[in-house]
Every structure is written in structure tokens, then in C-alpha cells.
């Protein structure tokens, strides 16, 4: 499977200096179902510094911050009074101003990613009945391009994740479940909406 073989060069790249990597690559990861984050202070510590907000996004009525210290370590994800440790930074990635995005709907999500090793490592922190869990699967875009979208019309956002080698744009639901792909093409700017791509349930087919 694509993702396992490129989670698997991921983690070789950035081996960080023994530094754990996030727990479950299974082909199919579950929505954590433990207790939610505990709230905290916006201002609660970062590491061994204070939080800084460096981005923000709204789901519905809720304001959800991404927080981290200066180098844009030790990440956190607080939305409505709760706080979700993010993971990705743990595999070198620096948070930044375009580290988050959300998308509003029967089960909102939002995402959040940042550059490494040439290309964009994200994870996801999905509501279902007003809390907020992380998926403790990462997603590895060699081509750079992350990004939350409902593709199949259920009124509930997927994953795209855009590869160059070979070149094509890989969809997840959720829980890590992989829904399909789009053909290959020659590089990925062919993919409609590049960057900004949009893939729509007819353009997926098996993954192979």
C-alpha cells in the first residue's frame, strides 16, 4: 500500500534522534475512542515555554487555536474548552500560520500539517458528538499537498493526499480507511485544481 511504504520512508528520513513515532500505521487506524483532552488555559506551556497561537479556524460556533511555542514545537490543538496534544511535530515538523484547516459538517475535522523532508506531514483531530479526538495516523504528501475535502457526498470530509511518485491523489476517510485513488498521471499539476485540487467521487478507482 502506498502509504505504508511511504510512512515507512518517512520515519527513516526523520529518525529525530530516537524521538517515539505516532503510534498505529495499521492500514486502518480508528477514531481514538478514549476520554477527550482535558481543557486547559490558552496559555498553558508549550514544552518548556509558553503556548503562542499560530493559527486559528472556526467549526460551527466553536474557535479552534493551534497553539505551539516559538520554533513552532510542541504543538496543541484547543477547541470549545478542550486541548488535543498534537503528534506530527514529535517527527520533526514546525508548526506554522497554514498549519490548520477544518471543515464544517456532520462530523467536522480539521487538520493539521506543516513541512518535512520536501514535502507536508499531516494529522487529523475529528469532532464526533461535541468532542474532539485525534487520529493517531499520520499522512505523508511527497508532492506537498494535504488537504480536507468531501469527495464522496456524505456530508463528512475525506482526506487527499496528493503523491508525485507516481503521481496521483490518494483519498482516507476518517478513520484512516483508504476510500480510493485517481488515475496516474504524468506529474501531479495534471490533477484538477492543482494546487488546490479537487478530486469528486468519479475520479476514484481501486488503489493499486
Not at 91 to 106: E, K
Not at 143 to 156: E, I, K
Amino acid at each position: 500500500m502506498l502509504f505504508t511504504a511511504v510512512l515507512a520512508a518517512l520515519v527513516t528520513l526523520g529518525a529525530l534522534g530516537g524521538v517515539a513515532v505516532l503510534r498505529g500505521q495499521d492500514d486502518v487506524t480508528r477514531v481514538d475512542a478514549g476520554a477527550p483532552a482535558t481543557p486547559q488555559a490558552a496559555d498553558h506551556e508549550c514544552g518548556d515555554a509558553p503556548c503562542q497561537v499560530v493559527a486559528t479556524a472556526s467549526v460551527g460556533a466553536t474557535q479552534v487555536e493551534l497553539l505551539a511555542d516559538a520554533q513552532g514545537d510542541n504543538g496543541r490543538l484547543q477547541a470549545g474548552g478542550q486541548v488535543v496534544q498534537t503528534s506530527i511535530t514529535q517527527l520533526g515538523a514546525r508548526l506554522r500560520g497554514d498549519s490548520l484547516s477544518c471543515a464544517v459538517a456532520s462530523v467536522s475535522a480539521c487538520l493539521v500539517e506543516a513541512p518535512l523532508n520536501g514535502g507536508r506531514v499531516g494529522e487529523l483531530v475529528v469532532q464526533r458528538d461535541g468532542d474532539w479526538h485525534p487520529v493517531a495516523k499520520p499522512y505523508f504528501s511527497d508532492a506537498g499537498v494535504l488537504l480536507l475535502s468531501d469527495v464522496t457526498g456524505t456530508d463528512a470530509p475525506e482526506v487527499v493526499v496528493v503523491r508525485s511518485s507516481p503521481a496521483l491523489a490518494e483519498v482516507y476517510a476518517l478513520d484512516g480507511g483508504v476510500v480510493g485513488c485517481t488515475k496516474r498521471y504524468s506529474y501531479p499539476a495534471q490533477i484538477r485544481g492543482w494546487p488546490q485540487v479537487r478530486v469528486v467521487a468519479s475520479d476514484l478507482r481501486t488503489c493499486s
